[in-house]
């Protein structure tokens, strides 16, 4: 699903990928582990087409993603990359459904069958009743079952998540860790996550384990 060759990053002086090599089958939930400055939102926003790097290529389905225009890559993203961040990032001034619904209208889908793929993952996701609120009126865990619905309404190859139970309580947190691998369990969804939270690493498929811009052996 995955594959990442010799990647290399810096910002200025620093270096913060030194040449990172990594392979990702499809189906899996990969975990991203490390200190602070260790390069891994870096690496997963290198791997999640958010950032460039220096050297290095990535490839997502056999698309080598440096050769894609500024568009295609744009219209890539769209279709094929899911996000879930710490911050669920919803618009305040709309429904959990509209909010769920806006990749999916970028994406040039119908009103009817955005809306239609928006209420089914809701509705997996527990959020049945609702649909209509505003984030203000949905609790810190149920903001972030909206972000995931929003994440996965196009079918994306792949969800990257980075520190995504970070604000959330124990209760919440270990929620949605279920639902992560509920979405690799039953739908084959391939997930790579950047994680502070040892006991959701060790259940993953692999840790991958970084330190100074390194994956340590």
Known sequence: M????????????????????LHIPQGKLYSIVGPSGAGKTTLLQIMG????????????RGEKLSKLGEKKLAAFRNREIGFVFQFHYLLP?????????????????????AEEKAKDLLNFLGLKDRMT??????SGGERQRVAVARALVNDPA???????????????????????????????QTLVIVTHDENFARQSDKIVAMRDGWIEE
Do not use: M, W, Y
């Open 2 to 21: 995955i594959q990442v060759q010799n990647i290399t990053k810096s910002f200025g002086k620093l270096q913060v990928l030194k040449g990172i090599d």
């Open 49 to 60: 087409t958010l950032s460039n790097p220096d050297s290095g290529h990535v490839e997502i």
């Open 93 to 113: 001034e709309f429904t959990a459904l509209e909010n769920v619904c806006i990749p999916a209208f970028i994406a040039k889908r119908s009103k009817k069958d």
């Open 133 to 138: 609120h505003k984030p203000a009126e949905l």
């Open 158 to 188: 792949v969800i990257f998540a980075d520190e995504p139970s970070g604000n959330l309580d124990t209760k919440n947190r270990e929620d949605l860790h279920d639902l992560f691998f509920k979405l690799r369990d039953e739908f084959n």
